[in-house]
């Protein structure tokens, strides 16, 4: 609580309690120290009391509706609450009659006033810390202390020490000492990453276990942390079209209450004294257009909008998901068509030997032989050779190797000629080969003149890209689509694979930009098109889809910067939940909106016939708002989707 | 030119009524108020004073709003 809050419960209680003992004392027992002093002491001391108790909870609220209307700013809160007490308290001196109501209402405002802004206080407060992933300090060693140092004083290149259960602040390499790192505020995983040193390092994580130190390759300003808080921070601004109707909504509602108000306390008594030849009842139709102006303060609906929002934002953002603004959350939650880049998203961009077919001899020794004749080459298929031997090449077994461009190697491995490349090096030599039925990138080798077999290298598919794709099926995605650069074989195999509906093969970047284009023609309805990438080479992609969903983010600037929606880890399962995070926020968003419209006019209508009293009207007001600012707090309960 | 500034508010229909008030003062092209985070983000016109720009946003914000504050 801050100062103005705790001023604020010190006066709703004092003021309470006076209620409450002036309630207890009625006005005939006040009428009895008329004999005592002069006729009509009582009624004036019973009304000094009520004035000084609406003196202690209502000035401040008087004082702001006289600034606003200095200030030609009439129509707002301060002054519908000034007016609808002061109009109480008038009828009440009028009648000698119930001053409770006049401070009761104005205490129940400032109650819901004081709730709504300790609510907020306490939920922006969650919601940051939530989001809390700043270091406060980073650690320098100097002449053998450790000193802390703000870390946005640290030069790219100088070595920081990170123990155990402190943020690493800095984005850096490891430069001694392994540990096990804590991503969770990041991506959103609880399994901890090991590193070691030459390791990268992303500021952000938690060290867990050892003592490293970490050499700086960013200034603090640059590292992922700042940028991600940047990203969060700003989130705010770019709004949705509910915050908009809804300031729109608020700004026509107040006046247009007001102004019904005025008509409700003049007309019907007009038309009664006038035409119909009855009492006008001016007190009554005073006490109804009262009634009204209780009602119309706009505040639970303006309060609870952004909040559900910005609770939606926060709580994806400890999912490893970071929307960049409540538009792309309300834009996430339409898409019926999710369109993904293949390499880096739906498969691990990493090359690895799926198989080897056919082998005439033990198929250990034919991956040797395969990895030593490739030996020379820094290709990511003969890396991927390497890998899958598992030992460094012994490099004296190899002699006078020979690259063919464009069809693969000859070489003497242990004596022995051999030829490791596709089928036409097999064709030139004037080998029989058998094709290959599976897709990927084959090499065929020969051994001695003679095929020796078939080694199958692919492109690994994630292993949640198909459960991702069902996912989004489930969810009632339309269509999704896959373009990839690859050949039209390595896709098809991947789109059936994972139950793609359809793909594009062969697609320079350019290309991708305008199938891309095609492809949000064919969208009507409203329906939103996401296209899902890794952000290294597809950033105008990424740019001109409806929502551009970048993944794999962590360290990848272009990403960060490009997309509206950055996935921290790169799991494409995560997509799905994006969505059903958007969803269930967008749901509480039009509960709200419903909820709140919907209880104020039926109590305005209730009102105008003289059903509903301040009381009612009260809740309207306060009770509204409470309960919609409670649910705009499920927002952030995003663990279970 | 944009700049963004902490501010101060009670209310989210008081934080609209800044965010008006502000994008309507002569030199600010567009000003976005964020109630959640409590921040003003500021866009000025070509060759405008920030400082002198911003002192005029904070008075026509207080007349709107008596009870807000901008930490300039």
């Known amino acids: 609580?801050?100062?103005?809050?705790k001023d604020m419960l010190r006066r709703i209680l004092i003021s309470a309690a006076l209620l409450v003992c002036l309630q207890l004392i009625s006005a005939q027992q006040f009428s009895t120290i008329d004999s005592l002093l002069f006729p009509g002491a009582g009624r004036w001391l019973r009304l000094a009391l009520y004035l000084v108790n609406y003196y202690i909870i209502g000035w401040g609220t008087l004082k702001k509706a006289f600034k606003g209307i200095m200030n030609r700013q009439v129509f707002d809160e301060n002054f519908l609450m000034a007016v609808a007490t002061l109009g109480a308290l008038?009828?009440?001196?009028?009648?000698?009659?119930?001053?409770?109501?006049?401070?009761?209402?104005?205490?129940?405002?400032?109650?819901?006033?004081?709730?709504?802004?300790?609510?907020?206080?306490?939920?922006?407060?969650?919601?940051?810390?939530?989001?809390?992933?700043r270091p406060d300090y980073a650690n320098i060693e100097q002449e053998g202390h450790l000193i802390r140092v703000d870390p946005e004083e640290v030069e790219p290149g100088s070595v920081i020490v990170v123990q155990p259960g402190e943020k690493v602040p800095i984005d850096g390499v490891v430069a001694e000492g392994s540990s096990a790192l804590d991503t969770a505020a990041l991506t959103g995983e609880s399994?901890?990453?090991?590193?070691?040193?030459?390791?990268?390092?992303?500021?952000?994580?938690?060290n867990l276990s050892g003592v490293l130190k970490v050499r700086t390759s960013k200034a603090f300003g640059e590292s992922t942390v700042s940028r991600i808080l940047e990203l969060v921070e700003n989130a705010g601004e770019r709004k949705s079209r509910q915050e908009d109707f809804i300031s729109k909504f608020a700004r026509v509602y107040t006046p247009a209450v007001c102004y019904s108000a005025l008509a409700l306390a003049?007309?019907?008594?007009?038309?009664?004294?006038?035409?119909?030849?009855?009492?006008p009842l001016w007190g009554v139709w005073l006490y109804r257009a009262l009634t009204f102006l209780?009602?119309?303060?706009?505040?639970?609906?303006?309060?609870?909008?952004?909040?559900?929002?910005?609770?939606?934002?926060?709580?994806?953002?400890?999912?490893?998901?970071?929307?960049?603004?409540?538009?792309?959350?309300?834009?996430?939650?339409?898409?019926?068509?999710?369109?993904?880049?293949?390499?880096g998203t739906l498969t691990q961009g990493v090359f690895e030997v799926e198989g080897i077919h056919h082998s005439t001899m033990e198929e250990e020794k034919l991956l040797e032989y395969a990895a030593l004749a490739e030996s020379a080459s820094s290709h990511p298929i003969s890396r991927s050779l390497q890998k899958a031997h598992g030992r460094e090449p012994d490099r004296s077994r190899v002699e006078d190797i020979r690259e063919i461009s464009g069809a693969g190697v000859l070489a003497i491995v242990d004596g022995r000629q051999v030829a490791a490349g596709n089928d036409k090096l097999m064709k030139q030599l004037g080998v029989e080969y058998k094709d290959c039925h599976s897709v990927g990138t084959i090499i065929h080798m020969a051994v001695d003149g003679k095929y020796a077999g078939h080694i199958l290298i692919s492109d690994m598919i994630k292993a949640h890209a198909k459960a991702a794709v069902a996912a989004l099926k489930e969810l009632g995605v339309r269509k999704t689509v896959m373009l990839t650069g690859d050949s039209e074989a390595v896709a098809e195999h991947?789109?059936?694979?994972?139950?793609?509906?359809?793909?594009?093969?062969?697609?320079?970047?350019?290309d991708k930009v305008e199938k891309l284009e095609r492809l949000l023609a064919e969208e009507k309805g409203g329906g939103k098109l996401a296209f899902v990438g890794d952000g290294i080479n597809d950033a105008p992609v990424l740019a001109r889809a409806d929502i551009g969903i970048a993944m794999g983010a962590l360290g990848s600037d272009a990403a960060i910067e490009a997309a509206d929606v950055v996935l921290m880890d790169d799991d494409p399962l995560k997509i799905a939940k994006a969505i059903k995070?958007?969803?269930?926020?967008?749901?509480?968003?039009?509960?709200?909106?419903?909820?709140?419209?919907?209880?104020?006019?039926?109590?305005?209508?209730?009102?105008?016939?003289?059903?509903?009293?301040?009381?009612?009207?009260?809740?309207?007001?306060?009770?509204?708002?409470?309960?919609?600012?409670?649910n705009a707090m499920r927002c952030l309960l995003v663990y279970k989707l | 030119m944009k700049k963004t500034y902490k501010i101060d508010v009670d209310c989210a229909n008081c934080a609209d009524k800044m965010e008006r008030a502000a994008a309507a003062t002569p030199?600010?092209?567009?000003?976005?108020?964020?109630?959640?985070?409590?921040?003003?983000?500021?866009?000025?016109?070509?060759?405008?004073?920030?400082?002198?720009?911003?002192?005029?946003?904070?008075k026509n914000c207080k007349k709107v709003e008596s009870d807000c504050e901008i930490f300039l």
Not at chain 2, 34 to 51: H, P, R
Request: charged share 20%; with cysteine; aromatic share 8%.
């Open chain 1, 266 to 279: 003049l007309l019907p008594p007009l038309v009664r004294l006038l035409f119909m030849g009855l009492a």
């Open chain 2, 27 to 58: 030199g600010v092209k567009s000003a976005r108020v964020n109630y959640m985070a409590l921040k003003m983000t500021v866009e000025f016109q070509e060759g405008q004073e920030e400082s002198t720009v911003m002192e005029q946003v904070l």
């Open chain 1, 1 to 5: 609580m801050n100062r103005k809050q």
């Open chain 1, 581 to 630: 995070i958007s969803r269930k926020c967008l749901g509480i968003v039009y509960e709200n909106i419903i909820f709140a419209i919907g209880i104020k006019l039926a109590c305005l209508i209730l009102g105008a016939l003289g059903i509903a009293n301040m009381w009612l009207a009260i809740f309207a007001d306060v009770g509204v708002m409470v309960l919609a600012v409670l």
């Open chain 1, 191 to 206: 399994l901890p990453r090991d590193v070691e040193p030459g390791d990268e390092i992303i500021s952000g994580c938690i």
């Open chain 1, 90 to 133: 008038a009828l009440a001196i009028y009648e000698n009659g119930d001053y409770a109501e006049a401070i009761a209402v104005m205490l129940f405002y400032q109650i819901g006033e004081w709730f709504e802004s300790y609510a907020v206080g306490k939920s922006r407060r969650n919601i940051s810390q939530l989001m809390d992933i």
């Open chain 1, 494 to 510: 991947v789109a059936s694979r994972l139950g793609i509906d359809s793909f594009y093969s062969r697609l320079l970047p350019g």
């Open chain 1, 294 to 343: 209780v009602i119309s303060c706009p505040c639970a609906l303006v309060i609870s909008i952004p909040l559900s929002f910005f609770a939606g934002i926060g709580g994806a953002s400890r999912a490893g998901i970071l929307v960049k603004g409540s538009n792309f959350l309300e834009a996430l939650s339409k898409t019926d068509c999710v369109v993904f880049d293949k390499t």
